[in-house]
């Protein structure tokens, strides 16, 4: 057994060196990252906005709340649709916060958004909720 894998060509036993395996997985996997991120990197945020028994609200102001350093600070705001979407385009931070209000109808709290990494496209999952009026 062992003559035999000393017969191996030297560049055999290094491409099958757990070493090597290692490192061309970790390199395969950053790859396909980057790609990814290539491909999901151009800031947009989408959601919906609904009052509490669910129906889309039109005319709501969407706000983008982004972390300076210490604090949120508001960056951008957007206006819903018909149907209760709204879509925010250039987003370039990776911890952000969306909330939404409308007068009359009310107010959505704030909710935490974390990205991982910077400018990720992201559809929200759940509609924000205007209550208060």
Same mark, same amino acid.
């Given at each position: 057994?062992?003559? #035999?894998?000393?017969? #191996?060509?030297?560049? &055999?036993?290094?491409?099958? @060196? ?15 990252? @980057?790609? &990814? ?5 151009? $800031? ?10 669910? #129906? ?24 819903? +649709?018909?149907? $209760?979407?709204?879509?925010?385009? +250039? @987003? ?6 969306? +909330?939404?209000? *409308?007068? $009359?109808? +009310? ?8 990205? &991982?990494? *910077? ?12 209550? $208060?009026?």
């Amino acid at each position: 057994m062992i003559d #035999r894998e000393f017969g #191996r060509s030297l560049w &055999y036993r290094l491409l099958v @060196n757990r070493f090597m395996i290692v490192l061309a997985s970790i390199a395969i996997v950053v790859a396909i990252w @980057n790609v &990814y991120v290539s491909f999901h990197d151009h $800031g947009v945020v989408e959601g919906r906005v609904v009052d509490t028994d669910g #129906r889309p609200v039109e005319g709501a102001t969407v706000e983008l709340w982004v972390l300076d350093f210490t604090t949120y600070v508001e960056r951008t705001r957007a206006i819903t +649709g018909a149907d $209760g979407r709204f879509v925010i385009r +250039g @987003n370039a931070s990776h911890n952000i916060q969306i +909330g939404a209000e *409308k007068p $009359g109808v +009310g107010r959505a709290a704030r909710i935490p958004v974390r990205l &991982y990494f *910077k400018a990720e496209d992201v559809s929200l999952a759940a509609p924000l909720v205007l209550s $208060g009026g």
